[in-house]
């Protein structure tokens, strides 16, 4: 069985982590890139999410290479929007969720309890 796995930085690993996805935070494109061909000759592996600027400052060659690729499929996710609050930044990270592993999770606001 194929397995997700999430290349992104460390603000948005958190959220991918909690929901139980494979999740490596990198602080650079090296990194990511060093991640991510690693990745890519691991059988196991269906699908590789990767923040899109992160990808997107990828070497030209590897990133032909990733368009190419019937698996594992790379796809591209938005980092955090600019200028959005804490609250609608939660909402935002449940629907990348939500659309990643396929369920809604609800974050509660700090200081809340859980239920």
Do not use: C, W
Not at 12 to 17: C, E, K, R, T
Not at 53 to 73: E, I, N
Request: net charge positive; aromatic share 4%; glycine share 8%.
């Amino acid at each position: 069985m194929g397995q997700l796995i999430v290349i992104t930085t460390p603000d948005l690993a958190p959220g991918f982590q909690l929901a139980g996805v494979e999740t490596f935070a990198v602080e650079t494109v090296e990194a990511a890139e060093t991640t991510l061909r690693k990745l890519l000759d691991d059988r196991d592996t269906s699908l590789i999410i990767v923040r899109r600027a992160l990808l997107q400052a990828m070497p030209p060659r590897l990133q032909r290479r990733l368009a190419r690729s019937v698996q594992p499929v790379v796809m591209p996710i938005a980092g955090r929007p600019i200028n959005l609050p804490g609250k609608e930044y939660r909402g935002h990270l449940t629907d990348i969720i939500r659309r990643t592993v396929g369920f809604h999770i609800e974050f509660g606001t700090p200081g809340s309890a859980a239920k």
